[in-house]
């Protein structure tokens, strides 16, 4: 195949990962490449937009050809291949239009779509960027956004996931099953709901006891992690946590510094389901600490 062709929609094994030359998203290549054994074989998909009329002159004070735009995207994979592994110059692919669109309509059918925090075209005060936002919010294919310190060599052995109850909780749960590392373990974590569940034999009633409120929580991760697990289960240990707090802090704490992924859904029990992306999810996507997927999608790739 020849350097810089279409990727093929076809390939279903494929991790494709986002890179616009800038540092963040080298170290995302990097941090999946190292991964691949767990993830999948990597394709570096690099998307470029001719500027306006109006941002060229802005930018240069004079015409610039779509030529020199083109041959800038170039420099900008290969230096990326270069960064990591020469070997993938036979699986990068440049395309032309909206980076965050692009990205997305590419990933359609891959097991995984990869972006970095920090993204060339991202402001300075967007610790996200709005490619990478746009990735996590609209892809149909579960999405990895890789902080900038995140470690390269360090297997998936610690993955955090949180459950819900929800079908996209169960889907990040399985998600999560699928790709730890052999020995790893999963840490399911329940939290209160960002809405209260309708409680109809006791209407009125205020917040259960923190004890009462722990177990309810429980049964529901238990619950879930049954469902997705089944019987006989013969995979990775799973911890069950359950804690009567936001899940946005509980999730943020228990993964910490140290989890080597953080794993959710892309929408919960929350109180608007047309929503694309949740409440909880859409604030544990800004300022990661570790590596998080937001699974989309059936979650089974």
Same mark, same amino acid.
């Given at each position: 195949?020849?350097?810089?062709?279409?990727?093929?929609?076809?390939?279903?094994?494929?991790?494709?990962?986002?890179?616009?030359?800038?540092?963040?998203?080298?170290?995302?290549?990097?941090?999946?490449?190292?991964?691949?054994?767990?993830?999948?074989?990597?394709?570096?998909?690099?998307?470029? &937009?001719?500027?306006?009329?109006?941002?060229?002159?802005?930018?240069?004070?004079?015409?610039?050809?779509?030529?020199?735009?083109?041959?800038?995207?170039?420099?900008?994979?290969?230096?990326?291949?270069?960064?990591?592994?020469?070997?993938?110059?036979?699986?990068?692919?440049?395309?032309?239009?909206?980076?965050?669109?692009?990205?997305?309509?590419?990933?359609?059918?891959?097991?995984?779509?990869?972006?970095?925090? !920090?993204?060339?075209?991202?402001?300075?005060?967007?610790?996200?960027?709005?490619?990478?936002?746009?990735?996590? &919010?609209?892809?149909?294919?579960?999405?990895?956004?890789?902080?900038?310190?995140?470690?390269?060599?360090?297997?998936?052995?610690?993955?955090?996931?949180?459950?819900?109850?929800?079908?996209?909780?169960?889907?990040?749960?399985?998600?999560?099953?699928?790709?730890?590392?052999?020995?790893?373990?999963?840490?399911?974590?329940?939290?209160?709901?960002?809405?209260?569940?309708?409680?109809?034999?006791?209407?009125?009633?205020? !917040?259960?006891?923190?004890?009462?409120?722990?177990? &309810?929580?429980?049964?529901?991760?238990?619950?879930?992690?049954?469902?997705?697990?089944?019987?006989?289960?013969?995979?990775?240990?799973?911890?069950?946590?359950?804690?009567?707090?936001?899940?946005?802090?509980?999730?943020?704490?228990?993964?910490?510094?140290?989890?080597?992924?953080?794993?959710?859904?892309?929408?919960?029990?929350?109180?608007?389901?047309?929503?694309?992306?949740?409440?909880?999810?859409?604030?544990?996507?800004?300022?990661?600490?570790?590596?998080?997927?937001?699974?989309?999608?059936?979650?089974?790739?």
């Amino acid at each position: 195949m020849a350097p810089f062709a279409l990727p093929d929609s076809s390939d279903a094994s494929s991790v494709i990962v986002g890179v616009d030359g800038s540092p963040g998203a080298i170290h995302a290549l990097a941090w999946t490449v190292a991964k691949s054994d767990a993830l999948g074989p990597v394709s570096l998909v690099h998307v470029f &937009q001719q500027p306006t009329r109006s941002e060229l002159d802005a930018w240069y004070g004079t015409r610039v050809a779509r030529s020199t735009i083109r041959r800038a995207a170039e420099c900008h994979l290969t230096k990326a291949v270069g960064a990591t592994n020469p070997d993938l110059i036979h699986r990068a692919h440049l395309l032309e239009g909206h980076p965050g669109v692009m990205l997305c309509e590419v990933a359609v059918g891959a097991r995984l779509l990869v972006v970095g925090t !920090r993204g060339r075209s991202s402001a300075v005060a967007d610790p996200l960027g709005s490619i990478s936002s746009h990735c996590a &919010q609209h892809a149909s294919v579960p999405v990895a956004i890789i902080p900038a310190n995140a470690p390269v060599d360090r297997p998936l052995s610690k993955v955090v996931v949180g459950v819900d109850g929800s079908e996209h909780g169960d889907r990040a749960l399985r998600w999560a099953i699928d790709h730890v590392a052999e020995g790893g373990r999963i840490h399911a974590v329940g939290a209160r709901p960002t809405v209260d569940p309708v409680d109809d034999e006791q209407p009125g009633l205020g !917040r259960p006891t923190p004890d009462v409120e722990e177990k &309810q929580i429980r049964d529901r991760v238990e619950a879930a992690v049954a469902r997705v697990t089944g019987y006989p289960y013969d995979g990775p240990s799973i911890k069950i946590h359950a804690v009567a707090e936001n899940p946005r802090i509980v999730l943020r704490n228990l993964a910490g510094v140290d989890a080597d992924l953080l794993v959710i859904g892309a929408r919960g029990l929350g109180p608007v389901p047309h929503l694309v992306l949740g409440a909880v999810s859409s604030a544990l996507i800004h300022h990661p600490q570790v590596p998080t997927v937001v699974v989309h999608g059936d979650g089974t790739r």
